[in-house]
């Protein structure tokens, strides 16, 4: 069984990153380009062109538009710095627009880039915009499109921000979807909030030890955060003024990692979410027997750690899973295959394991969970899902 920690994170950014600074410009204040500087201070004069990072476009038939919602839950003490006070979280919320107006969604923002930049690179002379420039495709304040739309809330990986399930929030958008797309503060990187802090995993990830209870207590809290994410979407009044666009009967989860644990969590207490994916992540624990009753759950992952006998987390939950339910897995990927992550490895030259390009991996993580929520939340038959395509070969289906 192979766990994915934090400490393991965006290895490509203390490895990689410092590749930008000979091919990236740094922008200045006054918005021109300046050359990088060399570890003596001095000009040194770029030799290509800047790096424009650019996530895959949506493949649906409609424009995307973003909003940003800083929730707070009264009834709930920050559990990893109680000193905090209530419970924050951080929630991009992506829909189907009527046209693609207002400006391009910035990627992150730059006190974002820069806490990630510090954190998993110290002391790399890059610039935080060239990964706060990353290229999106959803439009700030766009108007939204007239309809009622089923909801998926998209939970990352621990130590991940949100924005690294940014193409995959995209997608659903232009698909006809409303994407509750979750920050779990002090879970990821750095996290910007309304009052200018930037929270980072540090009380969780620079503890000798995990919480008490482990990863579990990490996933149980990830549980109380989605419900709540929930509460405050469909209660009235409710929290975000595009929340008539929801159709509230329709609702389902998806995660990567500890997100996709999350997702399984989150079905267990939350009936009100149909569906459920794991894209890649170790449940912590395996999902109990009749947890999920009858609601359809998919288990997409890397060949390399996710076929049967490869984690006994999955293996143990296969035969719990009642309903519907699918065990696919993608060859020569890795576990980042399943997020942004691998187009920024492969921007800047990264050598990552399995050889699949990261369009080609990101397209397939966007075909089969749109698939799936296509047919376990608008009830429209996936014949993707039934089994091997010829188009897809990297794609395995088991059933042990």
Partial sequence: MKHHYIRARLPFLALALPLLVTSCATTSAAGTASPTTSAAGTPSPTTTSAVKL??????????????????????????????????????????????????????????????????????????????????????????????????VVLSPGRGLHRASLTFLAEDLGSRGYVVALVDHAYESSGTAFPDGRVLTCAPLCDQPRPPEGGQATITKSRTKDISFVIDELTDRPPAWKKARMIATKRIGMAGHSLGGDASAATMGVDKRVQAGANLDGTFHPAIPAGSLGKRPFLLLGSQADHVPGKDDT???????????????????????????????????????????????????????????FDQHLKHKKQSLLDGPAPANPEVAFHNP
Avoid: C
């Fill in 54 to 151: 650019e996530l895959p476009r949506p493949t649906g038939p409609y424009p995307v538009g973003r909003d940003i919602l800083h929730l707070v839950d009264k009834s709930r003490t920050d559990p990893w710095v109680p000193k905090d006070g209530p419970r924050q979280l951080m929630v991009s919320m992506y829909y189907p627009a009527r046209s693609a107006t207002g400006a391009s969604a910035p990627y992150l923002t730059v006190e974002e880039a820069q806490s990630l930049l510090q954190r998993k690179a110290p002391g790399a002379t890059v610039p935080a915009e060239a990964i706060a420039a990353t290229r999106t495709y959803a439009h700030t304040g766009a108007d939204p499109k007239k309809g009622r739309y089923p909801l």
């Fill in 314 to 372: 999955w293996d143990g939950s296969w035969p719990n899973i009642s309903g519907w339910k699918r065990w696919l897995t993608v060859a020569d990927t890795s576990h980042t295959s399943f997020t942004d992550l691998s187009i920024l490895e492969k921007a800047v030259g990264m050598s990552t394991p399995g050889g699949l390009s990261p369009q080609r991996s990101l397209q397939i993580t966007r075909a089969y969970v749109g698939a799936f």
